[in-house]
């Protein structure tokens, strides 16, 4: 059996936490990391969406300049994990136009073909393109941040963030909690992300006093929030 490269083998760590979700059981892994250990830079991208709106997206104001500062770094952590929020994974154009912004030169072929390979898988697991169209919800949120290691040429950040996701076709909408840690790198006057490392958790229980939505109200419900334009924490 030919292997596959270890860059294809491992999907990014958001979309691995939807498939999990999903309860395939697969161990798809969480790290897309570049071989050599140097630096690593994060550009930005924060959108949400969520269903099958197909409708053109909205222009965003120019985020403002970025310079190599702890809090520009947080920033570009936390916008490269709600970058691919919504409709971007399971349309292959807008998703390969998000990659090459956010990714550093070095690790750019290996993160477009892992999130080629992410697109399809979850195109496929949640139906998407199935007639009648499914109300598909994909977000994530960050929570809070921890910065493991600073420089003005390299940065980690740690993200804790909750991740939403939801077909009618297929899956009831699920949450997942999930700590992503973001390996940056400076490069041209912005963070750019060299790799994605994640691990479950940390998951806080819902209060007893809560009862989770049933399928039918959240599919109707979550749609009509607009999501937020940015994410900074």
Excluded: C, H
């Excluded at 053109?56 to 310079?67: D, E, G, H, Y």
């Excluded at 994974?89 to 750019?108: F, H």
């Excluded at 691990?199 to 049933?214: D, H, K, Q, R, V």
Aim: net charge positive; glycine share 8%; proline share 8%.
């Amino acid at each position: 059996m030919t292997q596959q490269p270890a860059g294809s083998r491992r999907i990014l760590i958001w979309v691995a936490a939807a498939l999990v979700l999903l309860g395939i059981g697969i161990a798809i892994g969480s790290r897309i990391a570049s071989t050599r250990q140097t630096t690593a830079q994060v550009t930005e991208t924060t959108t949400a969406a969520s269903g099958t709106n197909t409708q053109p997206t909205r222009s965003q104001p120019a985020p403002p300049a970025l310079a190599p500062t702890r809090m520009s770094a947080v920033t570009a952590a936390a916008r490269s994990i709600t970058a691919f929020d919504g409709n971007v994974l399971l349309q292959p154009r807008r998703l390969r136009a998000v990659v090459a912004r956010i990714a550093s030169a070095e690790s750019r072929a290996q993160l477009t073909a892992a999130f080629d390979e992410a697109s399809a898988q979850t195109r496929a697991k949640l139906g998407a393109g199935t007639v009648p169209a499914p109300v598909i919800v994909l977000r994530s949120i960050p929570i809070g941040y921890r910065v493991e290691r600073f420089s003005t040429g390299d940065a980690t950040v740690a993200v804790w963030y909750v991740g939403i996701v939801g077909s009618g076709a297929t899956v009831q909408p699920q949450q997942s909690w999930r700590t992503q840690v973001v390996s940056l790198v400076w490069e041209d006057g912005a963070w750019k992300v060299r790799s994605f490392r994640s691990s479950a958790g940390p998951t806080p229980p819902l209060s007893t006093a809560e009862i989770p939505g049933s399928p039918g109200e959240l599919f109707a419900v979550i749609p009509r929030f607009e999501e937020f334009s940015s994410a900074v924490p």
